[in-house]
């Protein structure tokens, strides 16, 4: 399955953040817990750091959905 683009304004974005604005999560504390548990992939690896830096084309997975960050 595609990952839905999820547009960004700026040149980057916090992995936390953009877990948000694609809606994979409801809150920055259910952020911090996924991305601590493992649970969050960016581009096929699990990524531990919250304010790992996504830049377009960047693929982010939890379970089995999934975004890409595009721009806007």
Known sequence: MEPDD??????????????????LI?????AKAAIADGLV?????VELRRGRQLRPG??????SRSARVSRS
Do not use: M, Y
């Not at 409801?26 to 259910?30: C, L, Q």
């Open 41 to 45: 992939t960016v581009n096929g690896d």
């Open 6 to 23: 999820v547009p960004i304004s700026d040149e980057s974005i916090r992995l936390g953040q953009f877990l948000k604005l694609a809606a």
């Open 26 to 30: 409801d809150s920055g504390a259910d």
């Open 58 to 63: 960047d693929d982010v997975s939890l379970g």
